[in-house]
């Protein structure tokens, strides 16, 4: 896959870098647009941001690899996270882990072969009044039920 | 006692026509009419303290704000980074109430002389964001805003964003590396500009304390206990109760309302088994045991037992929790969240998390309690933020209440003479 950007998502990123008062608090946001677009943050796509935002490509890339969300391998075209935090974990969400394996056909952390799935364990989701929390692509999906999860590959296209 | 979910029943509390037709908007539009010092006033007057955690006096940290004629460009942000284990509470208001959250965001701003006002939410909330963006634009064509500029910012994914310094670097464009202070935010903030940060159910209060005055929240509250250093905190707190209870879920009730009805509100523990022990606070804050829970639920009640109020996340722990398993998720936890930036807290979490993990094996020996109280040790007080801090409590709150459970799992103490 190619990782220059497009005139349209050269533009969507200015958009960020002006929407704060300092265009450099724009560059998480930005970040996460070429998350959203490569399903990683590329490292040839770095020096965009850093002349962009008037840093240096060592700082975008200290960002780019802080934050869980952005990763340096391609995500899943669909990203699915389990609860493992207490509440959570207390309901049976290594169950759901198990499922979640079986289901979307790779290991935790890992993306699929076809590239549609990536999921991961993760810390609480703020979701506890419906354990064990499903998120899936940033929205909570409210309580993991074996069999939801297990109709998941076939709902998400 | 209900103040922030009183219309909670209201499908469409979140629209703006609804949320005007029940009330909204009134006290900001008093505080408006109010010179910023008076609103600052009648806010220390409520005895509102913040409710992200720390607990701190929201009218005395707007206070230190310098004044505009020293530093003319400041800055108000919502942290709506809601991440604690066991705490959600923000992210129902947020779904439910964003204009409570907006409205109070104005009224911190006009209360600070403020001309941005920002909502800095997890990423994880991608609903909730929708929800507060679509409320932003409501009122900007409304012409609530006035002069302000609201700005929303997402996260990504790490829990120690939610902590004020370590927010205000993401915000920033940095990693989420907490600052060491003083200066505080309120003096030297985002971009150095000075900053008030306030927790989003803490900026819900405030349009009910503006419309009702501070003395009545404040009578709503606990009044506190000077001679057992019980300070005052006003009004309610929202609690999100999980783990083993009934109906879990979230409850409204006035500041120092015994725990124990608070976990009865939420049905009780699940299946009628018996209790073994409460986290009052979200996960970072030490277990109660099932003896402790008559504790009336306020910030200095709870440190009298040796645990916090937190963000008011409660778990229920029934007889069948085993103390170890639980205290190892939540060491874990913090041993992924540790930023990196102090030796103490990123090595010192990991090492707590192994040991346990070994106990856990069936792979403990008998140096490992003490080892874990030392561990714990070697980071309190030697690294910038509390999580370092937290990683010791945590666990040394679990040996001390809950000896059996680690002694169960550990070889019995070898003979003098084998030593």
């Not at chain 1, 060592?58 to 340096?72: C, D, I």
């Not at chain 2, 012409?143 to 004020?164: E, H, P, S, T």
Request: aromatic share 6%; net charge neutral.
């Amino acid at each position: 896959m190619s990782h220059s950007l497009s005139a349209e998502q050269k533009a969507e990123l200015e958009a960020w870098r002006t929407y704060y008062p300092y265009p450099i608090m724009g560059l998480l946001e930005a970040l996460r647009c070429v998350q959203g677009w490569f399903r990683c943050v590329p490292p040839e796509v770095e020096p965009h941001l850093a002349e962009l935002f008037s840093t240096s490509v060592a700082h975008v890339h200290e960002v780019a690899t802080f934050f869980p969300f952005l990763t340096r391998k391609p995500a899943g075209r669909h990203r699915v996270g389990i609860c493992r935090g207490l509440s959570c974990a207390m309901a049976g969400s290594k169950d759901i882990s198990r499922c979640l394996e079986k289901s979307l056909g790779a290991r935790e952390g890992e993306t699929s072969p076809d590239g549609r799935f990536s999921w991961e364990e993760m810390e609480c989701l703020g979701a506890c009044d419906h354990a064990p929390a499903l998120l899936v692509d940033e929205r909570l999906k409210g309580k993991a039920t074996e069999e939801a999860v297990a109709k998941l590959a076939e709902n998400l296209k | 006692m209900k103040i922030l979910t009183r219309h909670f029943d209201n499908p469409k509390l979140h629209e703006l026509e609804t949320y005007r037709a029940l009330g909204g908007y009134q006290g900001l539009a008093k505080a408006r009419g109010m010179a910023p010092q008076a609103v600052q006033e009648e806010v220390k007057k409520s005895n509102l303290r913040g409710l992200g955690g720390a607990g701190f006096p929201v009218g005395m940290k707007w206070s230190t704000v310098p004044p505009p004629e020293k530093a003319p460009e400041r800055f108000v942000v919502a942290n709506f980074d809601e991440s604690e284990p066991g705490c959600f509470k923000d992210r129902v208001l947020g779904t439910r109430a964003p204009h409570q959250i907006l409205e109070g965001l104005l009224i911190a701003c006009h209360a600070v002389s403020a001309r941005w006002g920002f909502v800095f939410i997890r990423g994880e909330y991608a609903d909730q964001y929708d929800i507060l963006k679509k409320a932003v634009a409501e009122a900007e064509a409304a012409g609530l805003c006035g002069d302000v500029k609201v700005r929303l910012m997402r996260g990504a994914g790490a829990y120690i964003c939610g902590l004020d310094t370590a927010l205000l670097e993401t915000m920033e464009g940095k990693k989420a590396w907490p600052r060491q202070p003083p200066p505080f935010p309120t003096v030297v903030g985002l971009m150095g500009k000075p900053t008030v940060v306030n927790n989003v159910e803490t900026l819900s209060m405030l349009p009910h304390i503006l419309v009702n005055g501070g003395q009545w929240f404040a009578d709503i509250g606990a009044k506190g206990d000077p001679a057992r250093r019980i300070h005052p905190s006003g009004g309610t707190a929202v609690y999100s109760v999980s783990g083993d209870v009934e109906r879990p879920g979230i409850y409204e009730f006035a500041m120092g309302t015994p725990l124990r009805q608070i976990i009865e509100a939420a049905g009780g523990v699940r299946g009628g088994r018996a209790l073994k022990a409460v986290i009052p606070g979200g996960t970072s804050t030490p277990p109660l045991a099932a003896s402790e829970i008559d504790v009336p639920m306020d910030f200095d009640s709870l440190r009298g037992v040796g645990s916090f109020l937190g963000a008011g996340g409660i778990v229920v722990l029934d007889e069948t929790r085993d103390m170890v398993e639980v205290s190892h998720n939540i060491e874990r936890f913090l041993a992924h969240e540790s930023c990196g930036q102090c030796t103490p807290c990123r090595e010192g979490s990991e090492w707590t998390t192994r040991i346990l993990e070994r106990v856990l094996e069936g792979g403990g020996v008998e140096p490992d309690l003490a080892n874990l109280r030392r561990v714990g040790e070697n980071i309190a007080g030697k690294v910038i933020c509390a999580l370092g801090d937290t990683v010791g409590m945590v666990v040394r709150g679990y040996m001390k209440k809950f000896p059996e459970d680690f002694a169960k799992r550990l070889p019995a103490k070898p003979a003098e003479a084998a030593r």
